[in-house]
């Protein structure tokens, strides 16, 4: 049990375009899931809460406009990179909240934008 | 701000030996602590909690001890295997479901 799922796995963008990133729990339901981004070689770094039925909580210094976050169900919250540029290339992982604080972490999405 | 530090970047073990991992932290004690394994360009995988009021927690080969005193979390794999290399992270908890993470250690298990 406690799987999360991330689509797409992987994506490459021009500069200017939007992506979108969903992340799903696959067996549980979730009223809590995060937003993390990992540059090679170093930890994640948390962006966002997301929180079911209202708005996302974002971490000092991550713009909320340019990073939507959209928690639409129990199951679901998506994160769409507006307006991507280079410097947005990442490692982007969500993870979801199940119980007793133990959080399960999807497979992640690496973003190439070109 | 709270910092947190795992004793080395890679740490090499050989097969069948104990690897230890460390994790230290500064300022105020989290409410649970949390080791997670991570492999190359994949998302970490949950392996133990641990709370404060907690001084050990085992499942199967793994181990973790927690000392508020020491501000410090040790990680032990016995009988260590190959398959077990993979990057280490630590992750603090405060009570509101938020985790800040450590830097992670890259263990290698030669055979």
């Known amino acids: 049990g406690a799987v999360v799922s991330q689509h797409p796995s992987w994506v490459i963008c021009k500069s200017g375009t939007s992506v979108k990133i969903e992340c799903r729990s696959l067996?549980?339901?979730?009223?809590?899931m995060f937003w993390y981004r990992q540059f090679p070689k170093q930890s994640l770094m948390l962006m966002a809460t997301?929180?079911?039925?209202?708005?996302?909580?974002?971490e000092q210094g991550v713009e909320k406009d340019k990073f939507l976050i959209n928690h639409a169900s129990l199951t679901l919250s998506t994160l769409t990179v507006t307006s991507a540029h280079p410097e947005d290339s990442s490692f982007y992982i969500c993870?979801?909240?199940?119980?007793?604080?133990?959080?399960?972490f999807g497979p992640g999405t690496r973003l190439t934008v070109t | 701000s709270q910092k947190i530090e795992q004793n080395s970047e890679a740490l090499n073990i050989q097969e069948g030996k104990t690897a230890t991992l460390t994790c230290n932290y500064t300022?105020?004690?989290?409410?649970?602590l949390q080791w997670y394994r991570q492999d190359p360009g994949r998302g970490p995988v949950f392996l133990l909690l641990?709370?404060?009021?907690?001084k050990e927690k085992r499942k199967e080969r793994l181990k973790v001890t927690f000392d508020t005193t020491l501000k410090q979390s040790l990680f032990h794999i016995t009988a260590s295997q190959p398959a077990d290399s993979a990057t280490y992270l630590c992750?603090?908890?405060?009570?509101?479901?938020?985790?800040?993470f450590g830097t992670g250690t890259r263990l290698t298990i030669i055979p």
């Open positions: 993870s979801a909240d199940r119980a007793n604080y133990e959080q399960y």
């Open positions: 067996d549980f339901q979730a009223t809590t």
């Open positions: 997301s929180n079911e039925g209202s708005k996302a909580t974002y």
């Open positions: 300022n105020y004690s989290p409410a649970y």
């Open positions: 641990i709370r404060e009021n907690e």
């Open positions: 992750a603090l908890g405060f009570g509101n479901e938020k985790l800040t």
